[in-house]
Structure formats: structure tokens, C-alpha cells
């Protein structure tokens, strides 16, 4: 566990529709990802909380009945074990910032 880190030191992890780095403790996870343009990030859910905060781009947030454009600073709230979904609906990546309690140990792996 480290105490302080730079962005561009960590490692990044190659995903079929994305980039990922982490940076976490014992009960918090950061995860920056740059998801590919077009790119459907489909329903899922987790046990985590999970914020969203879009650093650059746009997206269309999809959970349960609801359907929210983000842009740049928009933010987005997923409560424990509620299903969602992120598209990407720019022709260029975008880049989120998700806050994980506690760790998605399945991102370690």
C-alpha cells in the first residue's frame, strides 16, 4: 500500500475497451480509466460503492429506470449491488475517475 504515487508512475492495465490505473488502501480504491470512443461499458453491479466523477469527454449513465448525460465535472452515484452501465458517446476516449469502498479486489487480480 502506498502513501503517495503519481499517475503517470503507475502501471496501466490493458482492458478490451479500456485503460485502467489504480491507486488504493485497505477500504478505498481510485480507478482512472480512459475508455475507448463508442465504447458500451455493459450492465453490471458490485457489492462496492461506487462514484464517478468524468474527467474529460461525455457519457450516457444508465441505472435502473434512469438515464443521465455526464460531460466533463458531471458526477454520478452507484449504491451497492445497483445495476448500471457507462457509454461512451464521443468519438474521442473518455476519462473517469471511479472512488471504490470498500477495494474491487477483482480489479487486482
Not at 6 to 34: S, V
Not at 86 to 99: A, C, S
Request: proline share 7%; charged share 25%; with cysteine.
Amino acid at each position: 500500500m502506498k502513501l503517495f504515487a503519481h499517475w503517470n508512475d503507475l502501471p496501466q492495465i490493458q482492458l478490451p475497451d479500456m485503460e485502467r490505473k489504480l491507486f488504493y488502501g485497505k477500504d478505498i480504491m481510485l480507478a482512472r480509466n480512459e475508455i475507448h470512443p463508442r465504447a458500451v461499458l455493459p450492465m453490471h453491479s458490485h457489492p462496492q460503492e461506487q462514484m464517478l466523477l468524468v474527467l474529460s469527454g461525455a457519457c450516457d449513465v444508465v441505472t435502473g429506470e434512469e438515464k443521465m448525460h455526464l460531460e466533463e465535472g458531471g458526477m454520478a452515484f452507484f449504491p451497492s449491488n445497483v445495476e448500471h452501465m457507462v457509454i461512451n458517446t464521443e468519438d474521442v476516449p473518455l476519462v473517469g475517475l471511479d472512488v471504490f469502498t470498500p477495494i474491487r479486489e477483482d480489479f487486482l487480480k
